[in-house]
């Protein structure tokens, strides 16, 4: 119902106007206004018909406010029509009384608006500044503008002076809103409403006041023998330093329920001859009223100013203080966490060297200078070095052994970033790190001294020795697996040795026999002599070509030519193709693809390749069986391609393959395809396998080219008899 509800409806610390239905706020404004109207009306002075104090203008100025927007149209016509009521009911002419409620209905709304959009309509009691500009302002402005148009429009019905009028006017109807409008706005808006709390000692002096109030305007306490009542009109103005105290010292809710209830005994008063409002002043009750209104004027306007001044300053008090104990918590929560920081600190510190001393590595800290600035005990043990002589020492100097790395240790300094490691042997005779091996790393470590350099020093002989025994071993193994593949080629091998050497044997009992008839002409026998020549010949390469294969010797580089790979590969195969009844088909580069690297190891792959090619192809009938072997260029790296024509390997076991152990065949140990890949990636190339629809597998081999030869030949060696015509 209430443009400010932010707190919850169902909560008991609400004020009436938000635990009521709107239909019911709206009647109880209603009534108050139509209240307020019968009262007003009975303190009016003829023949302006102006009251000393309007306290309808309050109640409307309040119930605009407070209502909900949707709310106030309806309201705002309800207050217009009980004027014109009230109006007519005191007498006055349908036009008058539409006049005067026009304009109040102009000027009230007026000011409930200024008031609203000046911010928070709590917190005009809050600041002096606030309190003039939302409230005392527009309230001064918007009755000014009433009284003008109202003493215009009494002056032209009634006669009255227009400034009189217009000047009770004024002062009247901004006494309603100075008086009554606050009750009801600290009363029930609910920001006000939760924020204040009235302390049973602010009841009491409230109470105390009041009771001041009574006597002073009741001519009581100050009721003293004087002449000519001289002094009669000071007297109430002693108020007002217990309205000064009232505002200072009470609650909100209390100062205003003060301040009505002051203006209620002072207009009521005001018709007393007797009173303290009257003196030396004019009998005429209009006299009267004006006194009253300028001293409710002044009591109420100072009384609220220094009511805000004071909210103001614990308002700023209590900003301070939460300020203050805001500052307090984060000094206190930034005490700790630097306490624990530095707890942290040394627990790490404590690590460290805990980690420094017992480290199993040598490492040693070096100042921008190369001076040893720290040493470990490991290092020291290691170099058979003493302790206490090392520090401030050039590093040179005390690991003379070392001393190659020194430039290794200036650029970490000078670049400001690790440095990768470097490997080194130390020739330190006479002490536990000579002829070992080490692996040095240097990085730049910032400390408020400066840069300082950190340098760690890693036993590496056994890892060495460990890598020259596994490499040693992985040789014997690419050996074993070539003599795997000649035990596999070996049918071939003595069918390919038998052939020359048979050859050797007929012409040479040809070359006999022809000597033992002693037949003439010496060409039939050197042509069989150099067919003796040739097969020889023939029978000797193919023992070169073997020895080559199988020989053990250190891995070299060299340029090799993938075609002249595949034309000796072929030459070792040719048997297992004819007897297989294989059939052989070519793509090979116009321009043979060279790479650098082992010729006999690649070699081997291929081989390897080729003779996994027969048995894959072997299951399937004769008329299909058949093998591609192409070589070509892609972008920088050259292919040699395997294809064959079995059943296929499944895509989920493309890469299973070349695991080590891994074979579909009855014998083998399946190292095949592992050894090959190795091979290929220690040339820095890859092996895939990949599957062909529909049947068969493809196995690429991708190498890096490297200083591309010239044209090379692309006849097959000792290609075999056209075995793609067998069977």
């Not at 608006?113 to 309509?121: E, I, L, N, S, V």
């Amino acid at each position: 119902m209430v443009q400010h509800s932010a707190i919850p409806s169902s909560s008991l610390n609400l004020p009436w106007i938000e635990r009521q239905p709107p239909w019911r706020v709206l009647a109880a404004f209603l009534l108050a206004y139509v209240a307020a109207l019968y009262i007003g009306h009975s303190f009016m002075v003829a023949p302006e018909h102006i009251a000393a104090i309007w306290p309808a203008s309050g109640i409307a100025l309040a119930g605009l406010t407070l209502v909900a927007p949707r709310w106030r149209n309806p309201l705002w016509a309800m207050f217009t029509v009980a004027t014109v009521a009230m109006n007519l009911y005191m007498g006055r002419s349908i036009a008058i009384s539409v006049a005067l409620a026009s304009i109040n209905a102009i000027n009230t709304p007026l000011v409930a608006w200024w008031f609203r959009c000046q911010g928070p309509t709590h917190e005009f009691l809050t600041d002096p500044g606030r309190l003039l500009r939302q409230f005392l302002l527009p309230i001064a402005l918007g009755s000014a503008m009433g009284a003008m148009l109202g003493g215009a429009a009494i002056q032209l019905t009634d006669g009255a002076d227009w400034r009189r009028t217009a000047w009770l006017w004024f002062v009247s109807d901004a006494l309603g809103m100075l008086v009554i409008a606050p009750v009801l706005l600290v009363w029930l808006t609910p920001e006000s409403w939760n924020r204040c709390r009235a302390t049973p000692m602010e009841w009491l002096e409230s109470l105390c006041i009041a009771g001041l109030v009574t006597a002073v305007t009741t001519n009581w306490l100050l009721n003293v023998s004087y002449t000519g009542n001289r002094y009669s009109l000071r007297r109430p103005y002693a108020l007002l330093p217990i309205m000064f105290f009232a505002g200072a010292r009470l609650d909100p809710r209390l100062i205003v329920l003060i301040l009505l209830y002051l203006a209620t005994i002072a207009t009521a008063r005001a018709a007393d001859t007797g009173s303290q409002f009257t003196g030396l002043m004019s009998p005429d009750l209009a006299t009267r009223l004006l006194t009253v209104q300028a001293y409710l004027a002044v009591a109420c306007s100072t009384t609220l100013t220094v009511a805000a001044m004071v909210a103001q300053r614990r308002i700023t008090e209590q900003r301070l203080q939460a300020a203050h104990d805001d500052m307090e918590a984060r000094v206190e929560q930034r005490t700790c966490e630097l306490r624990l920081s530095e707890e942290r600190a040394l627990q790490q510190s404590r690590e460290l060297n805990t980690i420094y001393r017992t480290a199993p590595l040598s490492f040693c800290v070096l100042d921008s200078e190369l001076k040893l600035a720290r040493v470990n005990l490991r290092l020291v043990a290691e170099f058979g070095l003493e302790h206490q002589k090392l520090l401030g020492r050039p590093f040179a100097e005390v690991l003379p052994a070392l001393a190659e790395i020194a430039p290794l240790l200036l650029r970490a300094g000078q670049q400001g970033h690790e440095i990768a490691a470097q490997e080194v042997r130390v020739a330190a005779p006479n002490t536990p790190a000579h002829g070992r091996d080490w692996s040095v790393s240097c990085y730049p470590i910032d400390t408020p001294q400066g840069r300082q350099i950190g340098c760690i020093l890693s036993d590496i002989t056994e890892q060495k020795s460990a890598e020259r025994q596994f490499a040693e071993r992985r040789t014997e193994l690419f050996d074993t697996a070539r003599l795997n593949s000649l035990g596999m080629l070996a049918g071939g091998l003595a069918h390919e040795l038998n052939q020359p050497l048979h050859a050797i044997h007929n012409y040479s009992r040809g070359c006999l026999r022809r000597l033992d008839l002693d037949q003439p002409g010496a060409e039939p026998l050197r042509e069989a002599l150099d067919h003796i020549a040739d097969e020889a010949q023939r029978a000797a390469e193919i023992v070169r070509r073997l020895r080559e294969f199988v020989r053990r010797r250190e891995p070299r580089s060299e340029t090799v030519a993938l075609n002249r790979v595949i034309a000796n590969v072929v030459q070792l195969v040719d048997t297992q193709l004819t007897r297989s009844q294989m059939r052989i088909s070519f793509d090979l580069a116009a321009l043979s693809p060279t790479v650098v690297g082992d010729g006999i190891q690649l070699e081997q792959v291929v081989v390897n390749l080729v003779l996994n090619a027969i048995d894959a192809s072997e299951s399937r009938p004769v008329a299909m069986r058949a093998i591609h072997l192409a070589t070509r260029e892609v972008g920088a790296r050259a292919e040699v391609i395997v294809q064959d024509s079995g059943l296929g390997v499944p895509t989920e076991k493309l890469q299973a393959i070349f695991e080590p152990f891994y074979t579909t065949k009855p014998t083998g140990l399946g190292l095949g395809l592992a050894i090959s890949r190795s091979i290929v990636e220690a040339h820095g190339g890859t092996l895939q396998a990949e599957a062909c629809a529909p049947h068969g597998s493809l196995f690429r081999m991708s190498l890096p080219i490297r200083n591309p030869a010239g044209p090379q030949p692309t006849r097959l060696v000792a290609q075999p008899a056209q075995p793609s015509t067998t069977g």
